[in-house]
């Protein structure tokens, strides 16, 4: 386990320290193409490989540098959109596919981990699931009956949580969840498919995607890669302006770390069940235990208040763990909500040949993982029952009014384009801040580096022209309209937009 600094320091590794391959330098084929080095694009790698499969994997940064550096890797089927409301959705059937699905999942990098002989610290644990103080456990009960339904018959209620200085009161027990180190195992994941004979490259951006027979995709550097077949498995995708974005929304999620003494809390997985809710795990070797407690999410560029989320998950870990020091570790990820509740995994809509894994919901681990499984066998055109359930192409007419309030409240950002800046003029920023300047008409993306020099961008997302807002914690911009994110100087980081900002006039 590496110690990390900074607010944005993920317990897992530091960015700069993951393992990184050589840029593409030349035109190649291969038959399917994966832009993306996270869980969902690496394990459909893997699996394509192991089916005898030529696979190139593309990635504008290191292997799993992006979100799934950033997730506390809860392998669960304990869905945190909650199986009545799975069922409600997507009735019965739904329902239980939802859960086979995820169980299968965990099944699934169980077998990875042994078949390669991975050291990733992969453990199966209990997973409780309580109220607040003083809500009722009445949602307890209609959980449990919705998730036995959908097939998970050893989820029991019992009378609290194993915890001693913190009594839960009444919870669900969800056996055979479990928990693993992701970058450990993705980095053996890599390390496999190369040795297959996959190729996978770094610093490699993917610009553009031509579908067709086959699909070409080009680079950044004018480089192209043709194949049968391509997965965009890049958190959201990047390949398409609309298509899926109008049916999910991005959330900052919230995380910190903080040491234990060793033992104090027992090895599982604990959630709680508000709007946000809290999520708790112990990660770490004998002497040196953290327990990493996440929450206090929002939309994505929709707030800029990280400090006084931080401090409330804070606060709220005190209250009820007995923990040993100061906070260790701080970070945020990006959370993609779909508005039925599970991720679109298939047959990007419109195209023959391009793939997309997206809609996380928080349960990036597993559907990362049914994402490799699934999309698989349709490349290799395999019949596959979560197919209908998955489809990025699908209609929960159920899910009708979550869609228009996302679709509002992504329109209601417009406005910014009538409001003023955040700063009157450059002088307000200090070294190391931005902030959003009106000059007439148009509005600027002010960026004064530790040295004092500015950096000036537009403030318009080239995605769909959402104006960007400063995130002062993580010093990036953040689109408020579907989560579009840019480094301090305008350079992308998270799609949908699959370019920067320009520079301004």
């Not at 060793?262 to 235990?289: C, F, I, K, M, N």
């Not at 699908?394 to 009538?418: C, G, H, K, W």
């Amino acid at each position: 386990m590496k110690k990390g600094s900074g607010a944005t320091a993920s317990i897992w590794v530091a960015t700069s320290e993951l393992h990184s391959r050589p840029p593409l330098g030349a035109d190649i084929s291969a038959e399917v193409c994966v832009v993306g080095a996270g869980i969902a694009g690496l394990t459909t790698a893997y699996l394509l490989s192991e089916e005898g499969r030529s696979v190139v994997v593309l990635d504008d940064g290191p292997i799993a540098g992006g979100e799934t550096s950033r997730t506390t890797a809860h392998l669960v089927n304990a869905l945190d959109d909650r199986y009545f409301e799975i069922e409600h959705m997507h009735g019965a059937k739904g329902a239980q596919l939802a859960a086979a699905s995820h169980t299968s999942a965990i099944d699934r990098i169980e077998a990875i981990v042994a078949q390669e002989r991975i050291e990733c610290e992969f453990e199966r644990l209990d997973g409780y699931l309580f109220v607040p103080p003083g809500d009722s456990a009445d949602l307890l009960n209609k959980e449990l009956e919705a998730a036995h339904r959908a097939g998970l018959k050893g989820v029991e209620r019992i009378a609290r949580a194993p915890l001693k200085n913190f009594d839960t009161g009444a919870c669900l027990r969800f056996p055979r969840q479990a928990q693993f180190h992701p970058l450990k195992y993705l980095s053996a994941l890599a390390q496999v498919i190369e040795k297959r004979g996959g190729r996978i490259f770094n610093a490699t951006h993917a610009d553009h995607f031509k579908d067709g027979e086959g699909v070409t995709v080009k680079t950044g550097k004018g480089w192209a890669v043709s194949a049968g077949a391509v997965v965009v498995a890049t958190n959201t995708p990047v390949n398409d302006w609309v298509a899926i974005h109008t049916k999910q929304a991005a959330y900052r999620t919230f995380v910190i770390g903080v040491p234990v003494a060793q033992g104090s809390v027992p090895r599982a997985l604990y959630w709680d069940t508000p709007d946000p809710y809290h999520y708790v795990r112990v990660e770490g070797e004998a002497g040196h235990e953290v327990l990493i407690v996440g929450g206090e999410d929002h939309k994505t560029g929709q707030a800029d208040d990280a400090d006084e989320r931080f401090a409330r998950l804070e606060a709220w870990t005190r209250e009820r763990f007995a923990t040993t020091g100061k906070v260790e570790f701080r970070w945020s990820g990006q959370v993609m909500e779909p508005i039925d509740s599970l991720a679109f995994i298939g047959r990007n809509p419109g195209n023959k040949n391009i793939y997309v894994a997206t809609g996380d919901s928080g349960n990036g681990m597993t559907h990362g993982t049914i994402a490799g499984i699934l999309l698989t066998d349709l490349i290799l055109g395999r019949q596959n029952e979560w197919e209908a359930l998955y489809d990025p192409g699908r209609i929960t007419l159920r899910a009708a009014p979550e869609f228009a309030s996302e679709n509002v409240n992504a329109a209601a950002q417009y406005s910014d384009y009538v409001t003023g800046g955040d700063v009157d003029n450059v002088q307000e920023l200090t070294p190391g801040t931005g902030g959003i300047i009106r000059r007439g008409v148009k509005k600027v993306a002010v960026y004064r580096d530790t040295h004092g020099k500015l950096h000036e961008c537009t403030a318009v997302c080239p995605h769909l022209g959402g104006i960007v807002h400063w995130n002062h914690t993580e010093k990036t911009w953040d689109c408020p309209l579907h989560g579009s994110r840019f480094d301090p100087f305008g350079e992308v980081l998270n799609g949908p937009a699959n370019t920067g900002l320009a520079h301004a006039d």
